[in-house]
């Protein structure tokens, strides 16, 4: 579903008029706000299999800190490689790396381990590598990567589109008050049995997420 049918499904439970438009009129403008902060919300709920991607960077002899390019500080990251050497790469703590690069000969070679480290100046995430590469290696980061707000009316919404739908409608509910007798405590149920619904469905895809074993 693209932002605009979404803002349509929205308005056609109002039962108000669709538009072709998101700027059409206030109103359409509004739930376009709701839909993504709607989007937002239901991201966050769950590591949604259609949101997940991989990073890759590669390393340059004697930089240990990188850019995961277009995450916008929004990221989970639920693994990390390095695919030259096929290993693992392990997180550490911010204080961890801060033992290790204070000394005044860090050790260089192949990354082992990584941790975050701020945002760039146009806002993605920002990692740092150990030991310090000594050369071109490629890692690789499996990451959960969610959407920035939706602008044109083709952007696609990558979740479960229904949750969001019925989201947005229940703020729009409760926005007005109530609509046709449905108050916005009730839209608000419906939406999070959809979203309840949809992570089930979702989680089905990573059984190995949702399965604890004890040690």
Same mark, same amino acid.
């Given at each position: 579903?693209?932002?605009?049918?979404?803002?349509?499904?929205?308005?056609?439970?109002?039962?108000?008029?669709?538009?072709?438009?998101?700027?059409?009129?206030?109103? /359409?403008?509004?739930? %376009?706000?709701?839909? =993504?902060? #709607?989007?937002?919300? $239901?991201?966050?709920?769950? +590591?949604?299999?259609?949101?997940?991607?991989?990073?890759?960077?590669?390393?340059?002899?004697?930089?240990?800190?990188?850019?995961?390019?277009?995450?916008?500080?929004?990221?989970?990251?639920?693994?990390?490689?390095?695919?030259?050497?096929?290993?693992?790469?392990?997180?550490?703590?911010?204080?961890?790396?801060?033992?290790?690069?204070?000394?005044? /000969?860090?050790?260089? %070679?192949?990354?082992? =381990?990584? #941790?975050?480290?701020? $945002?760039?100046?146009?806002? +993605?995430?920002?990692?740092?590598?150990?030991?310090?590469?000594?050369?071109?290696?490629?890692?690789?980061?499996?990451?959960?990567?969610?959407?920035?707000?939706?602008?044109?009316?083709?952007?696609?919404?990558?979740?479960?589109?229904?949750?969001?739908?019925?989201?947005?409608?229940?703020k729009a509910v409760e926005e007005r008050g109530e609509d046709n007798g449905q108050t916005g405590n009730s839209a608000y149920m419906a939406a999070a049995n959809s979203l309840s619904n949809a992570i089930a469905l979702d989680a089905s895809k990573h059984p190995e997420e949702t399965e604890w074993y004890s040690v």
């Amino acid at each position: 579903m693209n932002y605009l049918a979404a803002i349509n499904s929205v308005l056609v439970r109002l039962r108000e008029r669709q538009v072709e438009s998101i700027n059409e009129n206030d109103y /359409s403008s509004l739930i %376009g706000i709701l839909i =993504n902060d #709607s989007i937002q919300e $239901v991201e966050e709920a769950w +590591d949604w299999s259609a949101l997940r991607n991989s990073l890759t960077v590669t390393t340059s002899n004697g930089v240990f800190n990188y850019e995961l390019n277009g995450t916008k500080n929004d990221v989970k990251v639920l693994s990390a490689i390095n695919a030259s050497s096929q290993s693992d790469i392990f997180y550490q703590t911010a204080s961890w790396f801060n033992d290790k690069y204070l000394t005044p /000969s860090p050790a260089t %070679g192949s990354p082992s =381990n990584w #941790s975050f480290n701020g $945002v760039s100046t146009d806002g +993605d995430t920002l990692i740092d590598l150990y030991p310090k590469p000594d050369g071109v290696y490629t890692v690789r980061f499996n990451v959960v990567q969610r959407s920035a707000d939706l602008t044109a009316p083709s952007d696609r919404i990558f979740c479960p589109h229904r949750p969001i739908v019925l989201l947005a409608y229940a703020k729009a509910v409760e926005e007005r008050g109530e609509d046709n007798g449905q108050t916005g405590n009730s839209a608000y149920m419906a939406a999070a049995n959809s979203l309840s619904n949809a992570i089930a469905l979702d989680a089905s895809k990573h059984p190995e997420e949702t399965e604890w074993y004890s040690v």
